[in-house]
């Protein structure tokens, strides 16, 4: 796609941007994680940034913090070249942040974090608290956020928590304020509490760069977009020129093959199959409230959604992960009791975790041990594990998934990430469930093993069994035969077989109408995107 | 597939006061927190009173708090650390190996039962104790914050590798011919009270004041509290922790000072073993395991507690035999009555 022209600094006046990065390119080892990328936020702009995951987002926001250095390229703030790398109180002055992740010490007073560091006015010279309480007070009063100073942070909400960082971060001096994937956890009248405030601010010549992975949100309150996609600048435009269906398809890139394994599109479950999984009213503190899905007997449904929608959380409560405040969970007609894995297991729930690394893989035990951890019952006696049992199920499923490994007894860390991957899935399978859970089951495995594992999958439903995949890649929901796709812990748009990228995308980045017509014919559009 | 967690995100706000209302509330039990073990002191002290007049005196009194000077240094020390998250075991050797090098340094080469090099002059004693202390931290910092290694084994190994090294100087002997100098800290008495409880008294108040109103010592909390949020506010994480260890490892010399001159020599098993005691008094305080909460205050009562409680336990005629079995049996309780006074796990 075409770059194109950034349009000109609203108004009149001053024409140097308040932050201006060029050619800005940097590598982490092997990977590159900006490739000759550019900015340039005006004056009292609220520009927003959009990306897939590892566009390169996050790796900017370090660059003009002043927390990264960027291997080439040039940063301008107001004209101004940037301060020099390390200079945290100049970089303050010039930009603000309020990162992804908090930096809000919950053991600390509101009062001492809006100061951190700066609490007396020189090293030696001691702190007067009544004091800091009343410049905290006042800082807080300006912005208009209610909250104690002498309050403990950890008693805040996620809301105010927020405010407390957004008065912090402004109160160095700095006009142009980042602020990244800001309403990830709130919900949605903390969301409109916080764009007043960002509107009042704006109002007052603050300039924002927004990032989200929530469209509606840049149309919202965004005037600019800027789209990042593989680690390049992709366009830059007036949001109102923009329309929804450009900018996604802007962000997820052109045309590509239709993903290979699904091709071979299988029928859809028939309606008369036995339901194997129930979710009936299920609400998790914080993360997802009333929600349901079924799944059926021979049929693969993807769980969509991004990152805070609560599509993973839904996927491990499932599992057993997660103790839900009401609702239930039934597999097979059986209940599950929420919050504990050993009756999700019984109750035949098979389990792919997010990430193999923390939750999948004990990185160096053997492959053997790994893909017979959950059936260690099977092994021998009265608790017994006997090795020959366990090499004959190990080489079992070392066939049954094509985990190519010199021997049971490698260290499953000596496999590829495909593989390891594998081992994972195996050991999910191996106890025979009816209902498979996998979570990202191809994050981070190449193209063959991907095509195998949700081939894999599928055959798993066609032996009638139930699998939800839970996932925000467009290959893994393409292998399913139907598609539920979750926005701030609600289900918003379901989707049969057919669907169009752009429709999904939309629905997951909460842009879509939730009437969505699910279209007939067979994906052949556009697919590809980062990661 | 680890352990079952509830998903815990506190509510999206109802109305701001309410939610300031309780954390004002929280604050002042917060504040209790840290005086959780002055009725533990005051029940001790009635039942000292109670099963022997000899408990009331301020001789016995006074003997207790001398007793708990020592111990008390390096409870200070290991506060510090452990409110900015890290840990040093190394200071139960410190407090042995210091003096004894400093010792080594300055005793004549001959003519005593232990022999020195006798490079320095016999006053340099006390400064190059403290100088011990201060590169045996330097050098803790070093491993621990430049070469990335866990500290908990760091500080292991220096434990062991320091208590070889005094063995090794001193050839398993106690050194009984310290310089005057040396010996005069703790061994002096100045109005009456030996000076070594004042020396306490002022470093505490020092520490604690330090904590409470100096943006460095307020940096302790934030950095044990969480290391990101304070290096994005601008403070010097790797530079302050540094210094802890450092101070940490001084403040082990000094107690090593105080203790080699309240004996009137330098036991080879000077230390040997305290690690424990040292770290279940300042837990018991309310300093939290995992940084960024707590008091040296609150560690000070710790171990008054601890000394309390034996010192009662000897009063009443208990064998001395089941000290060690108490001494836990304190902990654990102390711990138990701290886990519900706060209402916050301790993990």
């Not at chain 1, 981070?444 to 839970?470: C, H, P, Q, T």
């Not at chain 2, 039942?47 to 007793?67: C, E, H, K, M």
């Not at chain 2, 000072?257 to 020599?265: F, Q, T, V």
């Not at chain 2, 001395?320 to 301790?346: H, T």
Request: charged content about 15%.
């Amino acid at each position: 796609m075409a770059d194109t022209a950034t349009i000109p600094a609203a108004g009149s006046g001053t024409p140097a941007p308040v932050a201006e990065a060029t050619g800005i390119s940097k590598r982490f080892g092997a990977t590159v994680a900006l490739r000759d990328a550019r900015i340039s936020i005006a004056e009292g702009e609220s520009h927003a940034l959009v990306g897939r995951n590892g566009a390169g987002k996050s790796t900017l926001v370090s660059i003009l913090t002043g927390l990264q250095q960027p291997d080439t390229g040039s940063l301008r703030f107001s004209g101004a070249p940037a301060p020099a790398f390390g200079d945290i109180d100049a970089w303050r002055s010039k930009v603000a942040c309020v990162y992804q992740h908090s930096t809000i010490i919950g053991e600390l007073t509101v009062a001492e974090n809006l100061f951190l560091n700066r609490q007396s006015p020189g090293a030696v010279r001691p702190i007067r608290w009544k004091q800091l309480r009343q410049r905290a007070q006042e800082l807080l009063g300006e912005y208009g956020v209610a909250v104690d100073p002498a309050a403990r942070a950890r008693d805040l909400t996620v809301e105010q928590r927020q405010f407390v960082e957004i008065a912090r971060a402004l109160s160095f001096g700095a006009r142009f304020i980042i602020l990244d994937e800001p309403t990830a956890k709130l919900d949605a009248r903390g969301i409109g509490r916080l764009f007043d405030k960002l509107r009042d601010l704006q109002q007052q010549g603050v300039a924002f760069l927004f990032i989200s992975h929530h469209l509606q949100e840049v149309y919202d309150l965004c005037t600019t977009v800027t789209v990042y996609r593989d680690a390049a600048h992709i366009l830059t435009a007036p949001v109102a020129q923009l329309g929804h269906r450009l900018l996604v398809e802007a962000m997820t890139g052109e045309a590509a093959p239709a993903a290979p394994g699904s091709a071979s599109a299988s029928p859809v479950a028939p309606a008369g199959r036995s339901e194997l999984l129930r979710i009936e009213a299920l609400s998790l503190p914080g993360t997802c409230e009333d929600l349901s899905l079924s799944v059926r007997s021979g049929e693969v449904v993807g769980l969509a959604g991004a990152a805070a929608s609560g599509n993973v959380q839904v996927g491990e409560a499932v599992a057993g992960l997660h103790r839900a405040t009401s609702g239930r969970i039934s597999v097979g007609g059986r209940n599950v009791r929420t919050g504990s894995v050993p009756s999700a297991l019984a109750a035949g729930v098979g389990f792919v975790p997010e990430d193999r690394h923390l939750q999948g893989l004990v990185n160096n035990r053997s492959v053997a041990e790994n893909a017979t951890l959950t059936v260690t019952d099977q092994l021998g006696p009265f608790g017994v594990v006997l090795p020959a049992r366990t090499r004959a199920f190990a080489q079992h499923m070392i066939r049954d998934l094509d985990i190519k490994t010199p021997q049971a007894t490698t260290p499953v860390s000596a496999l590829s990430g495909g593989n390891q991957q594998k081992v994972v899935v195996a050991r999910a399978l191996a106890t025979d469930p009816h209902v498979l859970v996998a979570i990202r089951p191809t994050n981070g495995v190449d193209v063959k093993s991907k095509e195998f594992l949700l081939g894999r999958i599928r055959r798993a439903a066609d032996e009638g069994k139930a699998a939800l995949i839970v996932s925000d890649e467009l290959d893994d929901l393409k292998a399913c035969d139907r598609v539920v796709v979750m926005f701030h812990g609600r289900v918003v748009a379901e989707f049969d077989r057919g669907w169009k990228d752009e429709h999904v995308v939309a629905a997951i980045e909460g842009v879509a109408d939730t009437t969505t017509p699910t279209a007939a014919s067979t994906a052949s559009g556009n697919h590809q995107h980062g990661r | 597939m680890s352990a079952t967690t509830d998903v815990t995100q506190p509510a999206p706000s109802t109305t701001a006061p309410a939610a300031a209302d309780t954390a004002r509330r929280r604050l002042g039990l917060g504040r209790f927190r840290e005086l959780s073990l002055i009725p533990a002191i005051l029940v001790l002290g009635l039942i000292g009173f109670i099963v022997s007049p000899a408990f009331l005196t301020a001789d016995n009194l006074i003997g207790v708090a001398q007793q708990s000077t020592e111990l008390s240094l390096l409870v200070l020390a290991t506060a510090l650390i452990l409110i900015c998250g890290r840990m040093d075991l190394s200071l139960e050797s410190t407090i042995g190996v210091a003096p004894v090098i400093a010792v080594w340094l300055v005793l004549p080469t001959s003519g005593g039962r232990f022999n020195g090099l006798g490079l320095f002059p016999e006053w340099m004693a006390i400064p190059l104790c403290l100088l011990v202390g201060v590169a045996i931290g330097a050098l803790n910092g070093f491993l621990i914050l430049k070469l990335r290694l866990n500290g908990f084994i760091v500080t292991l190994g220096a434990l062991t590798m320091l208590r070889g090294l005094q063995v090794a100087l001193s050839e398993g002997q106690s050194i009984v011919d310290l310089p005057s100098s040396f010996t005069y800290l703790g061994k002096a008495s100045w109005f009456g009270v030996p000076a070594a409880i004042w020396i306490c008294a002022v470093l505490f108040a020092a520490g604690g004041s330090a904590l409470a109103w100096l943006r460095h010592g307020r940096a302790l909390y934030a950095i044990g509290g969480n290391a990101e949020a304070a290096r994005t506010a601008g403070i010097r994480v790797d530079r302050i922790v540094w210094a802890v260890l450092i101070l940490g490892s001084l403040l082990a010399a000094f107690a090593g000072i105080l203790y080699s001159g309240h004996y009137g020599s330098i036991s080879a098993t000077q230390g040997s073993g305290w690690i424990f005691q040292v770290f279940a008094a300042t837990v018991i305080g309310g300093v939290s395991l995992n940084g960024g909460k707590g008091s040296v205050f609150g560690a000070l009562t710790g171990v008054l507690t601890l000394q309390l409680v034996v010192n009662v336990m000897t009063l009443a005629g208990v064998p001395a035999l089941w000290n060690q079995f108490l001494n836990g049996a304190i902990i654990i309780v102390a711990l138990i009555i701290s886990r519900f006074a706060s209402g916050e796990k301790q993990e």
